[in-house]
């Protein structure tokens, strides 16, 4: 006698209908997940108004009896004069943006779609070379965290410009910026910066000139202009003033 198995059938809606659900599942467990480390990360970080209270190093300079002389300028690691509003030039402000944050006047402080461009790069190469950061969370980095490549900091960094969009204009979060950032040899924020490389003024420089300065952020020995890797600081330089005309800065 034979015995016949029934064969069970399984309907695509069904499975669709499985697959939905696991899938909104996860997004709920990973949006509840990533929720509640923003939330920690809020409470546990500085508030964005210490960018302006806090002790920023400086170089001390002690001028003759006149005081039209330089004598001595004393400094630590961070060889840095402060610079307002009106010291800086339009054209480090635009070639700032052009080479690290096209879309700063529009982003709220993170720009997910860089993050996502930076991740896909990262996974390519199996390692964290890239963090698509915007001039927002470099301020945040520079003025309170450390420059370690890990989850944690990254995390930390996008809640502090979340912060500091809120409680400054775009005019200031950038002013502090090129105040504080790193240029290499020493020298940090464009005043002292322009000093070093082009024996000038910050408010005399070129847009050439400017648009090399915003080239060293990024990799401040690598393109250093006292290394190696001359002709990849030039090419960056180049690429930045044709970005800046593509952009109509």
Do not use: C, W
Not at 52 to 73: A, C, K, V
Not at 81 to 99: G, Q
Not at 136 to 144: C, D, H, K, P
Not at 223 to 241: A, T
């Amino acid at each position: 006698m034979k015995i016949f198995k029934k064969k069970i059938r399984i309907k695509p809606k069904t499975i669709l209908k499985e697959v939905l659900l696991i899938s909104l599942n996860v997004l709920v467990m990973i949006g509840t997940f990533v929720a509640i480390s923003f939330g920690y990360a809020y409470m546990k970080t500085p508030l964005a108004t210490n960018l302006t209270s806090r002790n920023i190093p400086q170089t001390s300079i002690i001028y003759d009896r006149t005081g039209e002389h330089i004598l001595y300028e004393i400094h630590g690691e961070e060889n840095r004069k402060l610079l307002t509003h009106e010291e800086i030039p339009d054209t480090m402000r635009i070639a700032t943006i052009a080479a690290e944050d096209d879309d700063f006047y529009v982003h709220y402080g993170i720009d997910p779609l860089s993050m996502l461009r930076a991740l896909k790069t990262n996974v390519e190469r199996k390692e964290l070379t890239q963090g698509g950061s915007t001039i927002t969370q470099q301020l945040a980095r520079n003025a309170f965290l450390s420059r370690d490549k890990t989850f944690r900091r990254k995390l930390l960094e996008i809640v502090l410009a979340v912060k500091i969009e809120r409680a400054y204009t775009k005019e200031q979060i950038l002013d502090m910026y090129l105040n504080e950032v790193p240029y290499g040899s020493n020298a940090y924020g464009i005043a002292s910066a322009s000093e070093i490389f082009f024996r000038k003024k910050a408010k005399d420089l070129s847009l050439d000139e400017a648009a090399l300065l915003a080239a060293l952020p990024k990799a401040t020995s690598y393109y250093s202009p006292y290394g190696e890797n001359m002709d990849e600081l030039l090419q960056r330089q180049q690429n930045i003033v044709a970005r800046i005309g593509n952009l109509g800065l």
